[in-house]
């Protein structure tokens, strides 16, 4: 019977191209994960059923920006198309200079090579894994300041990617705030499971900061899924379109990193955005260095049409309602038959919580990335390790990070997949989680040096 009074949402667009997926037996795919060394990362993608290992560049592009790809102007220097995503970028986040890169780590070794000094701190909420390698090898040293809720896979708390002003103040103290070039922020928090920041703590922030002069650049990658959340859960927002809700974020901030290839529903790109001329004329010069002149980025001139597209299409309300609105199905399915998984649900996936799944293992034996390589082994479905593996090891002490969250992220492309794959995806997770008891944990045989979880090898134990 229908739920008194249930009127249901659907995603805004309608299918006009396929492609097909190839279903594996169980058997084809034990000797392919065998063959992958237990990673997903290594994994054919012709091997895989449903691919939720990431929402980077995975986006399914609409007719709009297909038809914009058609438009590329391939100019080396001044591209049409490099104007018309200035335009974007500041029409709808508001930075004054744009720098394209390739993908969003470009932009990070940018930024952190212009504002780190060797022995710098730069305090963020919670670390991103190319983001702290850049700071890194700036010769910097992330400190984690995010609130302590975060770290804790049940806290219902609505903003778990909200900063602790004191833990930032301490620093401050501590460090000097001449010691800190600036404050990283992420928007929709990745590695705490897909967490908002809300805009009282963000406003708060920008206070401290302003005091210590000390500035905020903003990993904005997944943007506009944040401002949903606030839409959603911050008091006084519900009425404000995501748009507006985007602009006043970035309006906090003196700068931006973004991926384009999660929130901007592009295949490639992102770009650097900053509101200083300085660091900007300091960006175009090192551009030209790593990525190609300052007006394509090692981006063609469709890719950047693409995104300037995609941005618009990105800070749409029915768009990203849809967006986040697949996700909390999956995720509401999964608590639902009670898996235990990161709450409350992220914006760009959800989080199996390796921790309560596979109690009998330590993180020595790398519960999440046995959990996700039984996934595969149990239906095709592809997702990726967020815990031990991808927190590498301390570049002083030569220890494994041992992160409190240890988790499988089943990630979902945007516009991509249907809710009956959500369906197909809950019900596998849900009989891997009835046979738990019988994953094995593996060691690692083969560690690369850097971003290790891309490309380490396990074997069972
Ligand atoms: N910042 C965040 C929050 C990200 O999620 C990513 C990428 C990057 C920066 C780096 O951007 O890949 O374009 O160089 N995240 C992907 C993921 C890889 O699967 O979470 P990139």
């Known amino acids: 019977m229908r739920p008194s009074k ?12 396929v492609e097909p997926v190839k279903m594996t037996s169980r058997k084809d ?4 994960i065998n063959d992958a060394g237990y990673n997903t990362f290594l994994l054919r993608s012709d091997d895989v059923y449903i691919d939720l290992l990431t929402d980077s560049g995975t986006s399914a592009m609409s007719d709009q920006q297909w038809a914009g790809m058609m438009l590329g102007d391939e100019a080396y220097a001044g591209s049409r198309n490099y104007y018309n995503l200035e335009d974007a970028v500041r029409k709808y986040y508001g930075y004054r200079y744009l720098v394209p890169t390739h993908q969003g780590r470009a932009a990070e070794h940018l930024i952190s090579q212009i504002m780190i000094r060797e022995g710098d701190m730069i305090p963020g909420n919670m670390y991103f894994t190319t983001t702290r390698l850049h700071q890194e090898l700036a010769g910097g040293q992330f400190v984690d300041v995010i609130i302590d809720e975060a770290h804790d896979p049940e806290s219902e708390h609505p903003f778990k990617g909200n900063v602790d002003l004191q833990k930032l103040e301490d620093l401050i103290k501590k460090a000097g705030a001449d010691r800190i070039p600036y404050v990283s922020i992420a928007t929709s928090v990745n590695m705490a499971g897909g967490q908002p920041i809300s805009l009282e703590n963000l406003r708060a922030l920008r206070e401290l900061t302003q005091k210590h002069n000390i500035p905020i650049i903003h990993d904005m990658t997944r943007v506009a899924e944040n401002a949903y959340f606030i839409k959603m859960k911050e008091k006084g927002y519900d009425d404000m379109p995501v748009v ?21 529903l592009v295949n490639i790109g992102g770009f650097l955005a900053v509101n200083d001329k300085e660091i900007f004329e300091e960006a175009r010069n090192l551009v030209v260095v790593y ?50 998984v990161v709450r409350p649900i992220g914006s760009h996936g959800v989080f199996l919580d390796a921790r309560k799944i596979l109690p009998h293992m330590s993180q020595d034996q790398f519960s999440a990335q046995a959990l996700a390589a039984e996934l595969y082994l149990d239906s095709g479905v592809r997702s ?37 794959h959500m369906d197909v995806v809950a019900e596998s997770v849900a009989e891997v989680y009835e046979n738990r008891k019988r994953i094995r944990g593996l060691k690692m045989v083969y560690e690369p040096k850097y971003l290790r979880f891309f490309q380490a090898r396990f074997e069972p134990l």
């Open 6 to 17: 249930q009127r249901s949402w659907a995603e805004p667009y309608k299918i006009k191209m």
């Open 29 to 32: 795919r034990e000797k392919f």
């Open 244 to 264: 507006a809700i985007v602009r006043e974020i970035c309006d906090l901030t003196d700068g931006a990193t973004m991926s384009a290839k999660k929130d901007a």
């Open 291 to 340: 990525e190609g002149l300052h007006t394509y980025g090692g981006l063609a001139g469709r890719d950047m049409e693409a995104m300037a597209r995609g941005i618009s299409e990105s800070v749409q309300d029915d768009h990203i309602r849809a967006r986040v609105g697949q996700v909390q199905y999956l995720g509401d399915k999964l608590i639902e038959w009670k898996v235990p």
């Open 384 to 420: 990726m390790e967020r815990g031990v593996v991808s927190a590498g090891r301390n570049p002083e002490s030569g220890e494994h990070n041992y992160p409190s969250l240890e988790m499988v992220r089943l990630t979902i492309p945007r516009r991509v997949y249907t809710q009956a």
